[in-house]
């Protein structure tokens, strides 16, 4: 017995590494390893020799378990210590750049036509998402059996039985924040109104949710020429293209009256779109002069005033501007395509504060 624990508690205290320990514990105490093997010797024992040999294996066996802990702890002291000597650290380092969050390409997007339109002339005016169907539709010229009325087109909210208040939907379009602003401010009037707005619709260019930017101006001697200069001094600064080419094509919308579809120029080169360049056209928004009954709506009169309205999708001109193929991929999709579209790397002041990264 003295000789097996002379021989593994050397072996023990020689051990260079936590493997060269493993196998001393199971040559010692491993189920087959040699004290284990005296312990089955015990059964050809007397009772006498059993009370005396059994004892001092089990002494044995937690003397050579506690040496190999004790071992392991040393070993791992001195790989510490190993460790210190030969690492440092310069405390007196500034710390590694931390890396913040990116504004969201509609955010972002929105700010930038907020500021655009803001060195034009134009304030920003905001509405409920949730409003009456006669903010949405009646004040609008929208007739009660255009499409756009229809459950399959707009989301209407649910009514208990026996509620009288009128119908709510979430809103199609940020027109009626331009009805509400009319009724609060009156005439003269240049705004904006950027905002979500909900429509029964998904596919890539299209998303239950998206977002619009809608603008309204009203003036004694407005008309279509400064609707046309107005949205082409945007296109130019939107997309930084000096002369950017539009054309404004007949159309209908029962809020304005001519109306207008308005494209820009582009072109297809290896798949990829180029804005203002080329002669193919793209369709980016809907315009006109405000129908005579969208000013009566808003409490204005039609005699004395006159003014133009646009709207345009926030998500799509997106899309255009940065090259993103799919607008689903604004809502639904794993978020490191941001960087991919260069949005993780833009530093430009915000209208939140500081920078976009």
Known sequence: MDDLKAKYLGQIAGAADEAALEDIRLAAVGKKGEVALKMRELGRMTPEERQTVGPALNALKDEINSA???KKAALGDAALDERLRSEWLDVTLPTRATRQGTIHPVSQVTEEVTAIFAELGFSVAEGPRIDTDWYNFDALNIPGHHPARAEMDTFYMARAEGDDRPPHVLRTHTSPVQIRTMEAEGAPLRIICPGGVYRADYDQTHTPMFHQVEG???DKDISMANLKWTLEEFFS???EIEGIKTRFRASHFPFTEPSAEVDIQCS???GQLRI??????????GSGMVHPKVLQAGGIDPNEWQGFAFGMGIDRIAMLKYGIPDLRA????DLRWLRHYGFASLDQPTLHGGLSR
């Open 216 to 218: 309204l101006a009203i």
């Open 237 to 239: 600064a939107f997309f």
């Open 276 to 285: 203002g360049e080329g002669d193919g056209w793209m369709e980016v928004l």
């Open 268 to 270: 297809w080169v290896d």
């Open 68 to 70: 190999i802990a004790a």
């Open 330 to 333: 604004f809502f639904d999709s």
